[in-house]
Nanobody, 115 residues
């Protein structure tokens, strides 16, 4: 089982930036597809961005051009650079690791964007 710990959330004004990080332990990180998801109050969890073990990225339409996902296999880390933040980006952001039958989640980090 892989353990995931997110960091980097906080309060930011609209138009600002935040960088989320997720550190994985207990596994061979490079084999995992990694993703960031979010859950806003009263809404279902939704995919924000993902990156495969080979570095192929995918983004939800609502973050394209604003968010960038990256991974550093040497540091067992996946990052989410979030620019031009909007109040509707307010949510708890979760890190996900997936490989074969393994699907692990972090505890989440709160991102709040004020208008």
């Amino acid at each position: 089982q892989v353990q995931l710990v997110e960091s980097g959330g906080g309060l930011v004004q609209a138009g600002g930036s935040l960088r989320l990080s997720c550190v994985a332990s207990g596994t061979i990180f490079s084999r995992y597809a990694m993703g960031w998801y979010r859950r806003a109050p009263g809404k279902q969890r939704e995919m924000v961005a993902s990156i495969t073990s080979g570095g192929i990225t995918r983004y939800a339409d609502f973050v394209k051009g604003r968010f960038t996902i990256s991974r550093d296999n040497a540091r067992n880390t996946v990052n989410l650079q979030m620019n031009s933040l909007k109040p509707e980006d307010t949510a708890v952001y979760y890190c996900n690791a997936a490989w074969t039958f393994v699907n692990s989640w972090g505890q989440g980090t709160q991102v709040t964007v004020s208008s």
